[in-house]
């Protein structure tokens, strides 16, 4: 795995690459956090959140990637496949903004779909 220094590198390189209309209104920008953090409903720890999209009151429209949970989900990757990860969550996160200021949940609806087949999985032993 590349370092923290590396990865918001990369971060910055990836996020140049999107155009600026996406950034409308994310007046918190992007970074990078050092943290791996699981979701709440992890069953030990095989469900790590890559990114979030994160309106806060103060910090505002921000879009934050964390860097240990690539670490613990990404770490074998090569730095080609590591940074197309990173462009693949980004662009996740800045949907989600997006839908966010046109009042849409299109992302929001299949995050919670994709999160309740997880859960299913877990029960019933096998997909649904």
């Known amino acids: ?6 990865f918001e590198e990369m971060l910055a390189e990836v996020s140049e690459e999107i155009p600026e209309k996406y950034y409308t209104e994310l007046n918190g920008g992007v970074s990078a956090s050092p943290v791996w953090k699981l979701h709440p409903k992890s069953r030990g720890t095989e469900l790590s959140i890559l990114g979030e999209y994160r309106v806060e009151y103060g910090l505002g429209r921000r879009v934050v990637l964390y860097y240990g949970s ?7 990757l090569d730095k080609t496949a590591l940074r197309a990860r990173i462009k693949e969550v980004l662009e996740h996160e ?5 839908e966010s200021l046109a009042g849409e949940k299109d992302l929001e609806i299949q995050d919670a779909v994709n999160l309740y087949k997880y859960l299913e999985v877990g029960r019933e032993g096998k997909p649904l």
């Open 70 to 76: 690539f670490a613990h989900v990404c770490g074998v």
């Open 94 to 98: 800045l949907t989600h903004h997006l």
């Open 1 to 6: 795995m590349v370092s923290f220094d590396e």
